[in-house]
């Protein structure tokens, strides 16, 4: 079945630090791949999203590419603050599975001053 | 974005008592809403799919009986966890999307909901 991968964490880094996140996936069909992010104590939020091989999602700075070769969306930001301190969800979406979430274990990102 | 409400966003209930959960779509008609289910530290474990006027679909392992799910119309659907117990303490979390078609992609979360049963 489809499943999603995440690189474990928590993951701290100093402010202007480069963010990798690594997120690979198993999928029977063309998924649909998304990056959400959770604050304490909140729902998601989506983050950024692509939707074919070679798409490269984008937003606030952080980017993320679909690359079917490898199976892979990584996510990644050149210069996290602060505000960037949270866990992040890599996730797929397969249509011919009715279109629900699969989800990644998530990944503690803490960036300190 | 469209926006998907939550209520309540905490809730502490005593051992045996129901609770209800209700997402509600504000800005658009959500054809289907899932529930996910969150232990401290790990990933949203989907509970169940459900669509607008037909009985939710329960991932393995969940059961009906005990989290009731009702999407009665396009804008709320409602879980609700009978007979609480303290195992069933978690962050519960809706989402909802407008359509099933393959270009319609994005599912939007509600904030979640605390529940603590003591």
């Known amino acids: 079945g489809n499943s999603v991968t995440q690189m474990e964490g928590p993951v701290t880094l100093s402010e202007e630090a480069f963010l990798t996140i690594n997120c690979t996936y198993t999928?029977?069909?063309?998924?649909?791949l998304f990056w959400y992010v959770q604050y304490p104590g909140e729902g998601l939020q989506l983050l950024l999203k692509?939707?074919?091989?070679?798409d490269k999602g984008s937003n606030k700075g952080f980017e993320a590419t679909y690359r079917k070769e490898t199976t892979s969306f990584h996510l990644e930001k050149g210069s996290v603050q602060v505000s960037d301190s949270a866990v992040y969800f890599c996730?797929?979406?397969?249509?011919?599975?009715?279109?629900?979430?699969?989800f990644g274990q998530g990944t503690e990102l803490s960036v300190k001053p | 974005g469209a926006v998907v409400s939550q209520h309540p966003s905490r809730v502490i209930c005593k051992s045996g008592t129901s609770v209800k959960i209700e997402c509600r779509s504000l800005?658009?008609?959500?054809?289907?809403m899932f529930w996910y289910r969150q232990f401290p530290k790990q990933s949203l474990m989907l509970m169940a799919t459900?669509?607008?006027?037909?009985?939710?679909?329960?991932e393995q392992g969940v059961e009906k009986d005990k989290f009731l799910i009702n999407h009665a119309s396009l804008t709320l659907s409602t879980l609700t966890v009978t007979s609480a117990h303290p195992e069933d303490s978690s962050f519960y979390i809706c989402?909802?999307?407008?359509?099933?078609?393959?270009?319609?992609?994005?599912?939007?979360f509600g904030q979640g909901t605390r529940l603590t049963v003591v």
């Open positions: 459900s669509n607008e006027g037909s009985k939710a679909t329960y």
């Open positions: 996730a797929l979406s397969d249509f011919n599975q009715g279109g629900k979430l699969i």
């Open positions: 989402s909802a999307k407008s359509g099933t078609g393959p270009m319609n992609t994005e599912a939007f």
């Open positions: 800005d658009f008609q959500a054809t289907t």
């Open positions: 692509a939707t074919k091989a070679d």
């Open positions: 999928a029977t069909g063309y998924p649909s």
